[in-house]
């Protein structure tokens, strides 16, 4: 069978063809730069614990533990007052979950993709081509071509495609889905520095600053690095002027003496004093002198908010920035990127080694599309409490709410809440047929993340849970007591006998782990978890008749071995190339993945290509200008309108607000859409 064809290397696309590479799916990653990455210390990522955990399972844990940094506790400050402070747990040998939450991972975004390209490089089931930028598509009922121009420009082959190609995606244009959306939601100047602050490893959001005016616009954030380096945000009001490098340097000098002489345990007025003159360590202002600091770097963030209208067509996938951008208050696209990546690679996993059910490839824009889409919704909700607070009422925004504006703000930036939490997949069409209603058997409903806990795998080693993710099922049985035992005892006493034939039984690959206790869970339950953490089910005792049919549900059901997915290219997809044209790669490995270089015979150039192809192939987007003028310049609060024609292109989603389901599986959960453009 043909590799998969990865378009984009950026921290998404990688991590996605590592992924791969772990099932042993082969891959080919369509890189359009030279592969060398810019150092940019101000161009930052903030990795939950969660999506940190998946990019340690592709080889890079060393690289986020040297270059990365876990902050000690994150804090508020309104004006000169500590608001709120959220100490993590910190580090122990075996990772153990404590009462604390886990610390974000901060590091710099070259730093993660200098890790997975030097992870991928180890890798003989992928090879990453640079210089090739993407020209065409074209697929048919056997797999999907794509044409690349420049040093290595040629036709490749591959059984599916995933464009990671960035918010210009050159594959969302070919395939014509439109990317509506809101345009500078929020501004941000951006500045990496060596310095000092009176709470070392400790993360900071300043609201109001008094040196910077005070006024309930004004935010500052500062985030520790490796090194004594600190990322700085300063959200910037609504509007398009420029950020002078004398005024960078000045809200930098502002900050950086309103933080001085403040106490790490109570932040306050201070006092004022002299200090002594010299580079960066002087009077300035009548309270308090500089700091000593090094700039490394500046720049200026802009925030889009925008969501594909179709995440697969036929053979082609969006992942990443090509299917959403979004950031504001604090939320992290990369960690959504990352996200899309685990959910889809052991999705294509199964198709490549399996086939697979269009339940099973259809279920990748369901979960995370409506995922993303209901982020995207709980910041437009938020934008105008937390920016224009003295114009929008609380029931307004949130009906019923009671929380804080600082605790939203929390929320969003350290993955939390509505902003920021593990998605769960309360609504996948891969869920199991509904058991008996004896209520919940765990603390974790059905599609939300496990809890992390220790068990024990079959060669008597004891690890982490989510250790073991990515590679198949995982059948996981609550046995208290155990460990005080000797493995070969009780593998043959109990219900360990049955169960391990009913594992070896499933229709999927499935692997039988052991644990002491999990929240909630009775003695004897059996959890059954998806390849990327999400729990299926849990069943009291050994039920191999529901074991069997949760497993044939997580794989979508029948697979026909890919008649359905040749049949979705036939009717959605382009004419095949002529016959010659294109050479079919070897599964193998990545070597000779490449199709003949021959030129295309036929004469039909991508555009005469276009007049007879189906709409979905060979299209540049032509909305997207019009649709990046039509975003408002902030978040106006309100709702749009309800996407009943996306609904229906889509195949059904949810009703409305209310939560109807359609006749098909559910692509929007949230039913209505804060996103929105002229062409609308």
Known sequence: MDPVIVVGAGPVGLSLALALARLGVPSVVLDETPGQEETRPARTAVLRPDTAAFVG??????????????????????????????????????????????????????????????????????????????????????????????????????????????PRSTVRKLLDIRF???????????????????????????????????????????????????????????????????????????????????????????????????????????????PPYELLDTGVHTVHHRLARRWRQGRAFLAGDAAHLLGALGTQGLDEGLRDAENLAWKLGLAWHHGASELLLDSYQAERRGAVAARLRAADQALPLLRDGRSVRWRTVLPGAARGRSTLLTDGHLGRGPLGAPPVYARTPLAPPAGPADGPLVETVPGAPVVDVAVTASDGSVVRLHDRLGQGLLVVLVAPGTTVWDRRHWQSAGLMPRLTSAVAALPMPAELLVTESYPGAAAHTVLLVRPDGHLVTALAGVRPEEMTACAEAVRGGAHGRGAGAARRAGSEGAPARPTGAVGAAGAGGAAGLRASDTPDTSGTSGAAHEAHAAPEIGRADSSEASEGAGGAAGATGAMGAAEGRAGEAEGGGAAGPAGTAGAHSPVDPVGTSMLHSESD
Request: aromatic letters at 4%.
């Open 57 to 166: 399972r592709l080889g890079c844990a060393d690289a986020l533990e040297s270059a990365g940094t876990r902050w000690a506790a994150w804090r508020i400050m309104r004006r000169r007052r500590l608001v709120e402070r959220v100490a993590f747990a910190p580090r122990t040998p075996d990772d153990a979950a404590g009462p604390a939450p886990a610390s974000p991972v901060h590091l710099p975004q070259h730093a993660l993709t200098r890790a997975l390209r030097a992870a991928l490089a180890r890798e003989k089931l992928a090879e990453v081509v640079t210089g090739s930028r993407l020209a065409d598509l074209e697929q048919d009922e056997h797999g999907i071509s794509a044409h690349t121009r420049g040093p290595n420009g040629t036709w490749w082959r591959g059984s599916y495609l995933i464009g990671c190609d960035g």
């Open 180 to 290: 509506p959306g809101r345009t500078a939601v929020e501004r941000h100047a951006v500045a990496a520095l060596r310095c000092e602050l009176p709470w070392p490893g400790e993360a900071l959001l300043h609201r109001s600053p008094p040196r910077q005016g005070g006024g309930p616009g004004s935010e500052v954030s500062a985030r520790p690095l490796a090194d004594g380096i600190w990322r700085l945000d300063w959200l910037l009001p609504p509007g398009r002027e420029l950020v002078t490098p004398d005024a960078l340097v000045a809200r930098i000098r502002d900050s950086l003496a309103g933080w001085s002489g403040a106490s790490p345990a109570e932040p306050g007025a201070g006092s004022t004093g002299a200090g002594p003159e010299g580079d960066g360590n002087r009077w300035h202002g009548p309270g308090r002198p500089v």
